[in-house]
């Protein structure tokens, strides 16, 4: 009962978000500020996982291709992964790390010192001022950082084929040109702005669920990664079934 009321809860936050979004402009400072966050602050963290994406994918797509096709097939097999797998789902887990968990802990410490309690005698909405920039700032920044991840883990797949593997830029990026199809970028841009959607939701969730003071903030920053993580493996399930 409490799993089927945390569902319901969560898709009554999204009514009240879209309810609120003509008023987005009224928090522009804040979007910018979550844009900031969520985006620019998780570059160099993104980086690092695409470009190891990147390269343990070359390996074992070279491994998997040992003896059955020849390596000039290298950026194919890495590239086609990446953009369709790899990049969306990876990148969203790590947000989820960071930035799914960060907005549970921010809005349940805000929670537990009543500072929620003072917006609403201000007259100030908290799913406005606190809710609505974030989840527009992740719907919006995850799918660049999708973009950004792919084009990092290509550029480590290449690396690890020209220096290691013996395939040449020209064999590569040949490669990856030939199977390279618009629908699965789109696809995984897509994959993007929901697995966004559902880190910002999530998170704001249960930090306005959050209570036990100080315990009850770790927990709730506990169960908005784990929660996070689960649904956008879920739902990256479900994308590919329909798609196939």
Do not use: C
């Not at 003896?67 to 369709?84: D, E, K, M, V």
């Amino acid at each position: 009962m409490q799993f089927f009321a945390e569902i319901g809860g969560i898709f009554i936050l999204l009514m009240k978000i879209l309810k609120n979004t003509p008023q987005i402009f009224r928090t522009k400072k804040q979007l910018i500020n979550q844009m900031d966050h969520i985006g620019v602050g998780s570059i160099p963290l993104v980086f690092i996982i695409a470009l190891f994406t990147g390269a343990v994918a070359a390996w074992q797509a070279a491994y998997q291709l040992k003896g059955l096709a020849p390596l000039s097939f290298l950026g194919t097999a890495t590239s086609r992964a990446i953009i369709t797998e790899l990049g969306p789902v990876l990148t969203a887990i790590v947000i989820a790390g960071r930035i799914g968990a960060s907005i549970a802990a921010e809005i349940g410490s805000m929670k537990v010192t009543d500072q929620i309690n003072a917006l609403l005698t201000m007259a100030i909405d908290p799913v406005r001022y606190l809710a609505l920039p974030r989840f527009y700032a992740s719907i919006i920044m995850i799918p660049i950082l999708v973009i950004f991840a792919d084009i990092i883990a290509i550029f480590g797949a290449y690396f690890i084929s020209n220096y290691f593997l013996s395939v040449s830029a020209d064999v590569f990026f040949d490669s990856v040109k030939r199977t390279f199809l618009m629908k699965d970028l789109f696809f995984g841009i897509i994959k993007g702005f929901f697995f966004g959607g559902i880190t910002a939701l999530v998170g704001t969730f249960l930090g306005f669920q959050t209570s036990g003071g100080a315990e009850g903030v770790g927990k709730s920053t506990i169960k908005a990664f784990v929660l996070i993580s689960a649904t956008i493996l879920i739902f990256d399930y479900i994308f590919w079934m329909f798609i196939n």
